[in-house]
């Protein structure tokens, strides 16, 4: 595998350009939507863009961002980008290889604060012991793993991608972790590749086969987990506009999200917000910088519409077991259930469909658990992996 030594570098004329589509947006009207019942609140949304045009330093971003080393390769006609930080542990111990995949609308950014602690775990109180070789990749078709030109790529594809990545970087066996798109994913790597993983961690729990109808039988909540019935299919009802969008149709709002900052960054903001654990102030979770970071790598990059199709190529592809054994994840899983997650599973069914070793329910958190609560994320990745030796 060829990779190639990469630094962002975004033209100044390209945020002159962005600068100038602020200052010219065509405002919608919006009122009686102080909730934000009927999506992003236009109040909110306004100062925030005010911030994006007088304040915010992409420059500053930039740097943070480029002072991990990051590579780009091309597999199967795909072009990936990476972040690739080897851990510093103890003699005699290698460090565990780890890729952790992101989802939507996320970027490979999500990880920022779990980097430093996991490659270099002594110098931020932990145990060296406990160091990792983290790889950081960005979902083909999101962020710099652009221009994406080959259609057909989703959850299902995408571990076959992250196989050829770690076997090229030198690790033919690894761990795994992922929220989002990246659950579906490390989950795929641990029913086809349960070979290659040391381990598969994740923080959503959804059936393989959720987009051909796959469901969990209601049977297996306990009544203490009764309530979560409802609330799972509360985000289904309410939530799921975006999904059954980007599913359908994801080109259509492709061509006005690409063209207009603010409609990108409404499409985002609103997620964030609803998706976090942030009880209706989106920034208690989030810095206005961090929300605009997010889209700002949306945004440069010009990859919400393949983001997006992302959805399409999952719906219109049904996945395909690789085997019929039980569990259907049969690498070793932990699950770290965040108590504002979009869905979360009951733990019979999870025992039944995962080689389910560790179950950590956590008091706080959301969707965005990386960026909402990485002390406890880091935490139960270090004692997962730590028990398998």
């Known amino acids: ?8 570098a975004i033209g100044d004329d390209v945020l002159a350009d962005l600068k100038d589509r602020l200052a010219r947006t065509r405002w919608a009207d919006d009122f009686a939507n102080e909730s934000w019942q009927y999506g992003t609140n236009g109040k909110y949304l306004r100062e925030l863009v005010d911030y994006w045009r007088d304040t915010y330093d992409w420059r500053q971003h930039e740097r943070a961002i480029n002072a991990w080393p990051q590579f780009r390769t091309v597999i199967d006609d795909v072009p990936i980008h990476f972040i690739h930080v080897r851990g510093k542990g103890v003699a005699g111990k290698q460090p565990t290889p780890l890729i952790m995949t992101h989802g939507w609308p996320w970027t490979f950014w999500d990880f920022q604060k779990m980097i430093g602690p996991l490659t270099d775990p002594a110098a931020h109180g ?4 406990d160091a990792f070789d983290v790889v950081i990749p960005s979902l083909p078709g999101y962020g710099f793993s652009t221009p994406l030109r080959k259609a057909g790529l989703n959850y299902m594809t995408t571990p076959d991608l992250w196989v050829k990545l770690m076997e090229g970087l030198g690790y033919p066996r690894f761990a795994a972790h992922g929220g989002d798109w990246g659950a579906f994913i490390t989950a795929q790597l641990g ?6 993983l040391i381990g598969t961690h994740f923080t959503l729990m959804v059936p393989l086969d959720m987009f051909t109808g796959g469901s969990v039988p209601v049977e297996d909540y306990s009544p203490e987990e009764a309530f ?5 299919a509360d985000f289904f009802l309410h939530e799921s506009g975006y999904f059954a969008l980007q599913s359908s149709k994801p080109q259509t709002p492709a061509f006005a999200l690409n063209d207009s900052p603010v409609g990108l960054c409404a499409w985002i903001l609103e997620k964030r917000r609803t998706w976090s654990d942030c009880g209706g102030n989106v920034e208690s979770r989030f810095s206005k910088d961090d929300l605009l970071t997010t889209v700002m790598i949306y945004w440069l990059t010009q990859s919400y519409g393949t983001s997006a199709r992302f959805y399409y190529e999952a719906a219109h592809n049904p996945w395909q077991p690789s085997h019929q054994r039980m569990p259907v994840v049969e690498a070793p899983t932990a699950i ?8 979360i599973q009951p733990r019979r069914w999870a025992e039944r469909y995962y080689n389910l070793k560790r179950w950590t329910a956590f008091p ?20 997962f992996f730590r028990s398998l030796g």
Do not use: C, W
Not at 191 to 196: L, P, T, V
Not at 228 to 232: G, H, M, Q, S, V
């Open 336 to 343: 770290a259930v965040f108590h504002n997650e979009l869905v």
């Open 1 to 8: 595998m060829k990779t190639e030594n990469f630094s962002i």
């Open 191 to 196: 029913h086809k590749y349960a070979d290659r």
């Open 364 to 383: 706080a958190g959301g969707h965005f658990a990386p960026m909402e609560e990485p002390q406890a994320l880091i935490g139960d990745l270090r004692a």
């Open 228 to 232: 979560l019935i409802k609330r799972n």
């Open 126 to 129: 932990g145990d060296p012991a």
